[in-house]
Nanobody, 114 residues
Framework: VQLQASGGGLVQAGESLRLSCAASGSGFSVYNMGWYRQAPGKERELVATITSAGSTNYGDSVKGRFTISRDNAKNTMYLQMNILKPEDTAVYYC?????????WGKGTLVTVSS
């Protein structure tokens, strides 16, 4: 599986963005998917995950503001980000796990200005 994240950009605090992660190859629907982010000088952290069955989990800092979803028919995962804060500035990566595999895409940069 190859993953391609898109949708990042520069926004002001309080605004919204939607990230997409398009997957090529077979088996997208069986993978557990996730978004992670890495800010300058910090370790990569969990943003949100969604299982193959659709169960979701969020990092504490984004609960109530971000929503993860997936469209298996389109082999795509999404991250709707609302009420963005400057501390959300980071490179966002999408991830697919399952069947002993762990795939990462190249990140997309989100910059939130105050």
């Amino acid at each position: 599986v190859q993953l391609q994240a898109s949708g990042g950009g520069l926004v002001q605090a309080g605004e919204s963005l939607r990230l997409s992660c398009a997957a090529s190859g077979s088996g997208f629907s069986v993978y557990n998917m996730g978004w992670y982010r890495q800010a300058p000088g910090k370790e990569r952290e969990l943003v949100a995950t969604i299982t193959s069955a659709g169960s979701t989990n969020y990092g504490d800092s984004v609960k109530g503001r971000f929503t993860i979803s997936r469209d298996n028919a389109k082999n795509t995962m999404y991250l709707q980000m609302n009420i963005l804060k400057p501390e959300d500035t980071a490179v966002y990566y999408c991830n697919a796990r399952g069947w002993g595999n762990d795939f990462w895409g190249k990140g997309t940069l989100v910059t939130v200005s105050s």
